[in-house]
């Protein structure tokens, strides 16, 4: 099972893989908590519109990602639903198709469209480099200090969207703001390199299969945090092992922990009811 770890492109991969789950389940939290889950797929899918615009014209491929996320995050950190018949669900996802679809359009442009589309979808983390893991790693380490020096501030904004409170944050509020910029820095790297949907599955999915087995707020980061470990380890190692794209081969474990999750709530429920 460990024979893996032999290859250094394995070793980089579960390294790169570690990082961005444990940072990425962490804010994932933060993300089901206030009911925003489309905001990772419509940043994602807005760093890859940076991608294919930046090969289109032939230059900024680093630059370009990182100002069209910013500024995803920045516009989206506005949006303050106050008609009750609109979600903020809604405009989000309205976001994500609007960029999927230039997306596909400046990639359809570029010399090798299909296989492009295929990289923006699940990233290729088997050929990433010691030099792009330890750029990440620093980036993602001084968002996760900022989020762990001022913990109480986002934590009680999220819980504030839990509660329905969300109407109070304002026009504008920093923490708010704080909160998708952060997202937005976090989901240029991880998508450059895991793919757009290894990263919303990363953000997701571990987040919901904790709370589902717990209701305790630390427990649900700890348990989101050796999801997205666990869910590291045996996708490589399913990829190694049966020659599967690794990409899918993590969010398949992913999706597989999240109906072991829910198989756990739903077994825990009924017991509860049969001894009340």
Wanted: charge should be positive; aromatic fraction near 14%.
């Amino acid at each position: 099972m460990f024979d893996m770890f032999q290859l250094p492109f394995m070793v980089q991969a579960f390294a790169a893989a570690v990082i961005t789950g444990i940072l990425l389940s962490y804010l994932g939290v933060h993300v089901v908590g206030r009911g925003i889950v489309f905001v990772d797929l419509a940043l994602g899918q807005i760093s890859s519109l940076g991608v294919a615009f930046a090969a289109f014209i032939g230059t900024g491929l680093t630059s370009i990602p990182i100002i069209f996320t910013l500024v995803g995050a920045l516009l989206m950190s506005f949006i303050n639903i106050r008609d009750k018949r609109l979600k903020q669900e809604a405009i989000i996802g309205i976001l994500y198709a609007f960029a999927s679809a230039l997306t596909v359009l400046f990639i359809s442009k570029t010399p090798h469209g299909d296989s492009d589309i295929q990289e923006v979808l699940f990233g290729n983390i088997l050929s990433v480099s010691w030099q792009q893991i330890t750029t990440m790693g620093l980036f993602f380490g001084a968002i996760a200090l900022m989020h762990l020096i001022f913990f109480k501030k986002f934590f009680g904004l999220t819980k504030s969207f839990e509660n329905g409170e969300n109407h109070l944050v304002g026009i504008f509020n920093i923490w708010n703001f704080l909160f998708y910029i952060s997202i937005g820095l976090a989901i240029v790297f991880a998508v450059k390199i895991n793919g757009v949907i290894p990263v919303f599955s990363y953000l997701i999915i571990p987040a919901v299969s904790a709370i589902m087995i717990s209701k305790k707020d630390v427990t649900v980061f700890i348990i989101s945090f050796i999801i997205s470990i666990l869910a590291s380890f045996f996708g490589l190692s399913f990829s190694f092992h049966y020659d599967f794209p690794a990409g899918s081969s993590i969010v398949a474990i992913l999706g597989g922990i999240f109906i072991l999750a829910s198989l756990f709530k739903i077994v825990r429920g009924f017991t509860l009811e049969k001894t009340a």
